[in-house]
């Protein structure tokens, strides 16, 4: 599409230099001023990184993307660089679409998940009490990763033996897309566990969880075949494994930070839904996400020609000050709160029920356990970053509610 290219709108002054790239550290660590200075002058620019994509940071324009479907169509991928592998539901747009996510959805409905609270509740308290020494220990590593992760593969319904393996692939693959032998390799390992999973399950009888939705799943009245099992089980699996665990870390980050909140939390424990959802944009998990143009087309003003890659800035359209009144602080009782967290349009998040109730039990269970905490060393924070993004490290000390800190 030369002649459309040629109509790009030269970048405003000072934005000349930039290319967007969500692996750059900078970005990764400390993406907020980057993208409300992108959103005040320049909120759709093209970038040269991964072969040439449009970066998007207005919430408006965010939206308009991911809720229309016809001009804007995830097919051409939704990481980039693209994954190579197709993931299934996110890379087909409806009414395919609907096909696959009626799979997955009576599994992961509001009420089937509430089932699941009293087990989730048990977990997080075995792994509080494994935290060894609340003087010095790691949120991440050492409370929300492992039981976030586990809430989610259950509820897939994986072996508990097969988490090491599943977390090891999925955190290698999601850091980026892997051309090189090592790479290849992970993959093929992650994509045989995937097969003989499934392959496995489908000759035991039924049970309740999503891999058996996926082994008797049908489209247009046929079976599945096994790449699409393995393609929808990938993509459940990437979802529920680096999101839940990051919302609890940024959030226990920011009520170490803020007493205030903390004791009204305690104070006012009704307010916790209002509050995982705010903790939920504020933290955005997946602040990235990728779309291509379906068609010629122009959004807010820049012309975007058919097969140009754009992404959407869901962590930059969850701060955007002309929709959030002080978007960069927790408000624990936003109301409304019309984030993007979990997306928009017919691609949100089919795990968004189990998601917050795991952020929410997690928190919950955490703020019963410790009267106190505090992040020990802020240098030491450190991110993941991409289309996700979350903090892998953040050292702490709490203090148990029944007993001193330390041992
Ligand atoms: C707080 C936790 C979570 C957050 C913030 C989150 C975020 C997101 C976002 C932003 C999308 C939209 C992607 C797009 O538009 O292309 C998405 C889709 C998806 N998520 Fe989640 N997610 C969370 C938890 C989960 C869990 C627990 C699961 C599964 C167990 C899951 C599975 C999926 C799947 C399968 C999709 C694709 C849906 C589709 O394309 O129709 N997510 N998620």
């Not at 509740?121 to 050492?142: G, H, K, S, V, Y």
């Not at 992760?149 to 850091?175: C, F, M, N, Q």
């Not at 390799?185 to 049970?207: D, N, W």
């Not at 969850?318 to 979990?342: A, C, Q, S, W, Y």
Request: charged letters at 25%; aromatic letters at 8%; proline letters at 7%.
């Amino acid at each position: 599409m030369p002649e459309m290219l040629e109509t790009r709108p030269t970048r405003p002054s000072g934005w000349e230099q930039l290319q967007y790239d969500h692996r750059d550290s900078r970005i990764v660590v400390s993406p907020h001023d980057l993208w409300r200075r992108l959103r005040a002058q320049c909120p759709v620019i093209h970038s040269e990184r991964y072969g040439g994509f449009w970066f998007t940071s207005r919430y408006d324009d965010v939206k308009a993307v991911l809720t229309d479907c016809e001009t804007y169509t995830a097919t051409l991928g939704v990481n980039i660089p693209r994954q190579n592998m197709t993931l299934l539901p996110g890379e087909v747009d409806p009414p395919l679409h609907r096909e696959y996510r009626r799979i997955l959805n009576p599994r992961l409905a509001p009420q089937v998940v509430k089932q699941h609270e009293g087990w989730m509740r048990e977990l997080a308290r075995e792994w509080i009490e494994q935290i060894a020494n609340p003087d010095q220990f790691d949120l991440c590593t050492d409370y929300c990763e492992p039981y976030a992760k586990r809430v989610s593969l259950r509820v897939i319904g994986y072996e508990p033996e097969d988490l090491d393996k599943l977390d090891h692939w999925t955190g290698v693959l999601a850091a980026g897309v892997r051309d090189d032998e090592e790479g290849i390799r992970l993959s093929m390992e992650f994509f045989g566990h995937l097969a003989a999973t499934l392959q496995r399950r489908a000759s035991e009888p039924p049970r309740d969880d999503i891999i058996s939705a996926i082994v008797d799943g049908e489209v247009d009245g046929r079976p599945l075949s096994l790449d699409e099992q393995q393609s929808l089980l990938l993509q459940t699996t990437f979802g529920g494994l680096h999101t839940t665990g990051a919302v609890m870390a940024g959030s226990l980050v920011w009520l170490a930070g803020h007493p205030e909140d903390r004791a009204r939390l305690h104070r006012e424990p009704m307010l916790m839904p209002t509050a995982v959802e705010e903790f939920i944009r504020y933290v955005t998990p997946v602040p990235h996400m990728n779309r291509a143009a379906a068609k010629d087309t122009v959004l807010d003003g820049c012309p975007i020609p058919k097969d140009d890659l754009v992404m959407v800035g869901l962590g930059s359209a969850n701060h955007d000050e002309t929709i959030f009144d002080k978007p960069d602080e927790v408000v624990l009782d936003r109301f409304p709160n019309r984030h993007m967290g979990f997306g928009a349009g017919p691609h949100r998040c089919v795990g968004s029920h189990l998601g917050k109730l795991g952020v929410r039990v997690g928190l919950e269970e955490f703020l019963a356990a410790f009267s106190d905490f505090e992040v020990t060393d802020y240098y030491a924070l450190r991110y993941n970053g991409g289309e996700g993004r979350g903090l892998l490290t953040v050292p702490m000390r709490a203090t148990p509610v029944n007993g001193s800190s330390g041992q």
